[in-house]
């Protein structure tokens, strides 16, 4: 091998790569700064299983096309020492790795790993080309760059299966080896040429391979598959528990605070490694439910649009290198504003932020929260708000809740029942947040009896705030107003205060985020479980023993996870054990779980008009219905945004007379005994939930 050859080569392709990737990565460097570096052994962790361990890509909808990418993932891990040893030999014929002598256990050992991911790489390579020119799942877009790609990676695999093929006949090994199998199949195809054109086609193999190597590492940073690059940083880098389920908090009272995001300049840098990292593999498609009942958001597409649109701003982005620079170094112009003009408004305001593309994404990029940063500028600053969304901000803002009812009403729900109050001064254990639903709506005011119902049969000491509840404000954050939230959650923190609270159970997975994960940065901390939670814990405990409800007798169920319980906080076996206890037949629907379908009511759309595509909630009782047959039957819920939903998709298709919607904790409720007897209070329960 020529060495010269070799230096020249490796020089140039490794100054392009590095000139290349410095002007990719430039303009991070100027976007907002935030800090992705503490909690280092759970990032390592999480690096271990999902980067390296790929743990996401491998799925039971489409476990195939995961296991080919895993393989292709696992062969350049393995491959990484190949590529050195053969930059190596171009210097000098001879040359291995330290403690990687062909002769040597190790080597042995390396070259036959090397020779199997060789040969799966291939075949996964040739399996994922197919599937992209030929099959073409809905979710993938067909482009000349992914086709390109495995191209390259053919060629690098079949260029190394000649380049060994001709070094074994070189060497005189022209039998089939089992250490060494990639290799002895390019001796087998190479045997039949005169020995002097089987080493032209391996000198030719081999520098062909280092080439397409070169040429392949300077084209990662031009295009999408730049994520070679940066996916296990970006899965490093991820948020982490419990700041992946809460938008960041806004300094409000920052001079040049930005609110929101305005332009690309207003991304952070993680933001932007996020759709530089995007693999456009469509998986955030599959169960999102704006993109499958045809509303203009693709997350996806989303982050396509953003790379390419900093990209082309990145030549106006820079951060002054001191404070006090003066402002006419700044650029002369600045960007466009991301809302109407690069991203549609339409599409901004469709998220339901049920966490699905987050969920699925297997390089963990994040998309809700900047959905709800660009959200926060047109509310805080640019005063764009749908008309719905504001009448419910002035509704929070002036009665606590975004009904608009008076706020002296929240605790009529109660009236003859005996509920106590933290004002009344007597000792709790748990505090019942309502919530506004709870408190508000007619319907699920039948749920909160029951909920009561069955602590007061467990004899859990509990208190409700009445009057002094106010809303958490979940509704008014996702949908942009952070100063409202913020006023929300201060409120909600000093009366908890004032009463010692320490636990708290709500019945709304949303109110329940809120205080377990946002409510922290406020200054309150507390163990907060969902109502399903809690009655799983007291049929375990003995302190509750259901028969079998007569709302589920003869009848099979479904139950809906709520996305902000099951997704956003992880619970998906309470509400299900609860059932089971209560006497419940479950059938599950194919979408549940983690990878549930929304109702269509979170960040805020349940107050906005549904006008675009087909309504999210009749996609979701269609399921239920299709899982329950004919016949019909009960569909569960744990959710009041989702009881609400659920309910009117069965009237709306005419389904009221075979699909009852419920709500866990009536069916609970539903199968005690019908006169009991209030046990004495009962010692206190341990930590419950997850």
Same mark, same amino acid.
């Given at each position: ?8 080569l ?8 590095g000139? =290349?990737?410095?002007?990719?990565l430039?303009?991070?460097?100027a ?21 390296l361990?790929?743990? +996401? ?14 393989? %292709? ?5 393995v491959?990484? %020492? ?9 210097f ?26 060789v040969?799966a ?7 994922l080309?197919?599937?992209r ?21 053919l ?8 380049f060994?093929g ?8 022209? #039998? ?5 199998p ?9 045997r039949?040429?005169?020995? =002097? ?5 391996? &000198? ?6 280092? @080439? &397409? ?27 982490l528990?419990p ?17 929101g ?27 999102c ?9 693709s ?24 404070a ?23 599409? &901004? ?6 966490g699905?593309?987050?969920?699925s ?17 047109q ?15 002035k509704?929070?803002e002036?009665q606590?809740?975004?009904? #608009? ?34 408190a ?11 909920? &009561?119902?069955i ?5 859990? +000491? ?19 107003n952070?100063? %409202? ?5 201060q ?5 908890f ?8 159970l ?16 406020? #200054? ?12 799983a ?13 007569? %709302? ?8 809906h ?13 309470a509400?299900?054990e ?6 419940a ?6 979408? =549940? ?7 269509g009511?979170?960040g ?9 595509g =087909? ?33 009117d998709?069965?009237a ?6 075979t699909?009852?919607?419920?709500d866990?904790?009536?069916?609970? @409720?539903d ?6 007897a ?7 329960i ?5």
């Amino acid at each position: 091998m020529n060495a010269a050859a070799t230096a020249l080569l490796l020089a140039a392709g490794l100054v392009a790569f590095g000139w =290349s990737l410095h002007r990719r990565l430039a303009p991070l460097r100027a976007l907002r700064r935030v800090d992705r570096t503490d909690r280092l052994g759970e990032r390592l962790a999480g690096l271990l299983r999902f980067g390296l361990g790929q743990r +996401r890509l491998v799925d039971r909808e489409e476990l195939l096309a995961g296991l080919l990418h895993v393989a %292709l993932f696992g062969a350049f891990l393995v491959l990484g %020492l190949r590529t050195v040893t053969l930059f190596g030999v171009g210097f000098h014929a001879g040359f291995h790795l330290p403690g990687l002598a062909p002769a040597s256990a190790a080597g042995r050992g390396y070259l036959l790993a090397k020779d199997v991911v060789v040969l799966a790489a291939t075949a996964a390579a040739a399996g994922l080309l197919w599937r992209r020119v030929v099959t073409r799942p809905a979710r993938l877009t067909l482009s000349w760059e992914g086709t390109l790609v495995l191209g390259f990676i053919l060629a690098l695999m079949v260029t190394e299966i000649a380049f060994d093929g001709s070094e074994r006949l070189a060497g005189g090994l022209r #039998g089939f080896d089992a250490g060494a199998p990639a290799g002895s199949l390019g001796a087998l195809a190479l045997r039949g040429l005169p020995a =002097s054109a089987a080493r032209a086609v391996g &000198v030719g193999a081999f520098w062909l391979h280092l @080439a &397409v190597v070169l040429l392949f590492l300077n084209f990662l940073p031009h295009g999408k598959h730049f994520h070679v690059l940066t996916a296990l940083p970006n899965v490093f880098l991820r948020a982490l528990p419990p700041a992946s389920a809460a938008p960041r908090t806004l300094d409000l009272e920052a001079e040049g605070e930005t609110f929101g995001t305005r332009t690309v300049a207003d991304l952070s840098w993680k933001e932007g490694l996020d759709v530089y990292t995007c693999t456009e593999c469509g998986r955030c498609q599959t169960r999102c439910p704006t993109h499958v009942t045809g509303k203009p958001l693709s997350s996806k597409l989303l982050n396509g649009v953003l790379k390419h649109h900093l990209a082309a701003e990145a030549p106006g982005l820079r951060r002054p290198a001191r404070a006090e620079e003066s402002d006419a170094a700044a650029p002369s112009s600045a960007p466009p504003a991301l809302v109407g003009e690069v991203v549609s408004p339409d599409a &901004v305001w469709a998220c339901t932020t049920c966490g699905w593309c987050e969920t699925s994404c297997p390089v963990f990029v994040e998309n809700v929260p900047r959905i709800v940063d660009l959200r926060r500028h047109q509310v805080l600053v640019e005063a764009a708000v749908p008309d719905e969304a504001a009448r419910v901000m002035k509704n929070i803002e002036t009665q606590g809740n975004p009904w #608009g009812i008076g706020s002296n009403r929240r605790a009529d729900w109660a009236e003859g029942l005996d509920v106590p109050r933290a004002a009344d001064g007597g000792e709790f254990e748990w505090l019942f947040f309502v919530g506004c639903a709870g408190a508000f709506d007619d319907r699920q005011k039948k749920v909160t009896r029951a909920i &009561v119902r069955i602590l007061q049969a467990a004899g859990v +000491r509990f208190a409700i705030l009445g009057e002094e509840e106010t809303c958490t404000g979940d509704a008014a954050r996702r949908l942009g107003n952070e100063y %409202l939230f913020q006023q929300q959650a201060q409120a909600n923190v000093e009366t908890f205060a004032r009463y010692g609270v320490r636990k708290v159970l709500t019945q709304c997975p949303h109110c329940l985020n809120t205080i377990r994960n946002e409510l922290p940065r406020f #200054g309150g901390r507390y163990e907060v479980v969902h109502h399903t939670q809690l009655v799983a814990e007291l049929v375990r405990a003995g302190r509750i023993a259901p028969g079998e409800a007569a %709302l589920v007798a003869g009848r099979d169920v479904t139950y809906h996870d709520p996305c902000y319980l099951a997704r956003h906080n992880g619970e998906t076996a309470a509400p299900r054990e609860a059932l089971a206890a209560a006497g419940a037949h479950v059938l599950e629907m194919a979408r =549940s779980g983690r990878t549930g379908f929304c109702c269509g009511a979170g960040g805020g759309r349940m107050w906005l008009e549904e006008k675009l595509g =087909s309504r999210v909630n009749r996609n979701r009782i269609d399921e239920a219905a299709a899982t329950l047959g004919d016949g019909g039957g009960v569909v569960a819920v744990g959710c009041p945004f989702c009881l609400t939903m659920l309910k009117d998709a069965a009237a709306e298709t005419g389904r009221d007379d075979t699909l009852r919607v419920l709500d866990v904790a009536e069916i609970v @409720a539903d199968a005690l005994p019908a006169r009991l007897a209030v046990p004495e209070a009962q010692p206190e329960i341990g930590e419950v939930g997850t």
